[in-house]
């Protein structure tokens, strides 16, 4: 009984992340019809940028002692979160689903399990494995239904890979080189250093005039606040406390929270198969994060 309560303490944050990170789908979904993906973000990361800058000087966090660090630091936060972001926000934008993006960006574990051991000498074990080939089949039934062959969604589904590999390599990057840095001093850093690459290409883009519709309002607050900061932060502290490679594993998850908030929001239904499929999920991130 211990273990099992040790156990379902040690999964709490992942599944609060699990919930937040996978609203980031839905929130896309709900913003990008009344704004372009760059300006959208600049607007989410600036949002960040400031109240974590502010929480930063409230509580006079520490900031980094080098330059050095401080570039780590915002080249982590360029990786897996702006280019995570920013790939996952134009492919929706072009028709691929907040579903299925989230199923391209649950194989986040697989890449970074394989990334891992020679990157960071971290060990997968076979409860690991298994949890991880799990979360995969799990993922797959949930949203197998949803999936189609069709040439034009190539370019549209490139888009969720790139956000796939900037995920992965920033988790990396961070447990290797910033995994010391504080929350807020370093969040800040990060959303400020997306905000001015996501300015960069706003100017060298041609989107369309933001629409200060309540649906928009919505979706910026929502997604620069509790996931920018909040979803962020924990994916941080998961990050600091374990290896990668396990806190990786919660991502199968996502794409899970993506299909039940679709349903809750816009009435999307979830087939008796897909419910399965999220029971194996489950069990497979149980696995893979087990002690």
Avoid at 18 to 43: D, E, T
Avoid at 203 to 215: T, Y
Avoid at 240 to 245: K, N
Avoid at 260 to 277: D, R, S
Wanted: hydrophobic share 55%; net charge positive; glycine share 10%.
């Amino acid at each position: 009984m211990e273990r099992v309560t040790e156990s379902l303490k040690h999964l709490a944050l992942p599944l609060i992340f699990v919930v937040l990170y996978g609203s980031g789908f839905v929130g896309a979904k709900l913003g990008l019809p009344h704004a372009g993906p760059f300006s959208f973000l600049a607007l989410r990361f600036g949002l960040a940028a400031s109240v974590m800058l502010l929480i930063a000087l409230a509580i006079k966090a520490p900031w980094p002692k080098t330059w050095g660090e401080a570039l780590h630091i915002a080249c982590a936060g360029l990786l897996g979160v702006g280019t995570f972001s920013l790939g996952a926000y134009m492919s929706i934008e072009r028709g691929v689903s907040p579903a299925i993006s989230a199923l391209i960006v649950a194989l986040n574990p697989i890449l970074v399990a394989i990334a891992a051991g020679p990157l960071l000498g971290e060990k997968t074990n076979k409860g690991q494995f298994i949890g991880l080939m799990l979360g995969l089949a799990g993922v797959y039934l949930v949203l197998h239904d949803r999936l189609a062959i069709d040439p034009a969604y190539l370019a549209a589904t490139s888009l969720s890979v790139l956000a796939l590999l900037g995920l992965a390599a920033g988790n990396l990057y961070q447990k290797k080189k910033c995994s010391s840095m504080n929350l807020f001093t370093g969040g800040a850093i990060q959303t400020l250093a997306c905000t001015i690459a996501m300015c960069v290409g706003l100017l060298l883009s041609n989107e369309k005039p933001i629409q200060w519709e309540p649906e928009f309002v919505v979706a910026w607050l929502w997604t620069g606040l509790a996931i920018s900061i909040g979803a962020v932060s924990i994916l941080y502290l998961m990050i600091r406390r374990a290896e990668v490679s396990r806190v990786a594993s919660v991502f199968f998850l996502m794409p899970v929270s993506a299909a039940v908030l679709a349903y809750l929001l816009f009435g999307q239904t979830i087939g008796t198969t897909a419910m399965v499929g999220i029971g194996i999920t489950a069990l497979g991130v149980f696995l893979a994060q087990k002690r």
